[in-house]
C-alpha cells in the first residue's frame, strides 16, 4: 500500500464491496487518530474531532477541507463551532468505507500537520 496521501479518490458509483473490519483495520493504522465507528444502519464511517483556539481558525479548516473534498471528489459530513470540527467520512454509494475514505482522511490530516 502506497503513501495514502500521494493517491487519487477514484470515482465510486456502488458495484464496490465496503471493506470488512480486517481491512478497515490494515487502513486505520495508515491515518492518524481516526476512529471508526457504525452508523445507526451498521455502515461503518471515519471520524475525527479537531480542535482549535477560536471560530475563525475552525472555519478557515472547513474551507480547506472543502477544497480538498471537491478536488478528490469525495466529500464528508463536516461539522463545526467555536474551537472545533468534527468530520465523517464513509462512501455513500457503498455504504461503508473503501480506501477513498482513508485518502480523504490521509489528505485532512496533512492540514493539521503542517
Not at 461539522?79 to 464513509?90: C, L, M, P
Request: charged fraction near 30%.
Amino acid at each position: 500500500m502506497s503513501n495514502l496521501k500521494d493517491k487519487k479518490c477514484v470515482p465510486c458509483e456502488g458495484g464496490v464491496v465496503p471493506f470488512d473490519i480486517s481491512e478497515i483495520h490494515k487502513y486505520q493504522k495508515k491515518v492518524d487518530g481516526w476512529d471508526i465507528s457504525k452508523d445507526d444502519k451498521e455502515n461503518f464511517f471515519l471520524n475525527k474531532r479537531f480542535n482549535f483556539n477560536n471560530f475563525i481558525e475552525s472555519q478557515e479548516f472547513i474551507n480547506k477541507v472543502g477544497e480538498i473534498s471537491e478536488d478528490e471528489g469525495h466529500h464528508p459530513d463536516i461539522s463545526f463551532g467555536w474551537g472545533y470540527a468534527e468530520i465523517k467520512i464513509t462512501t455513500h454509494a457503498i455504504e461503508g468505507l473503501s480506501e477513498n475514505d482513508f485518502i480523504l482522511a490521509a489528505k485532512i490530516d496533512q492540514l493539521t500537520n503542517a
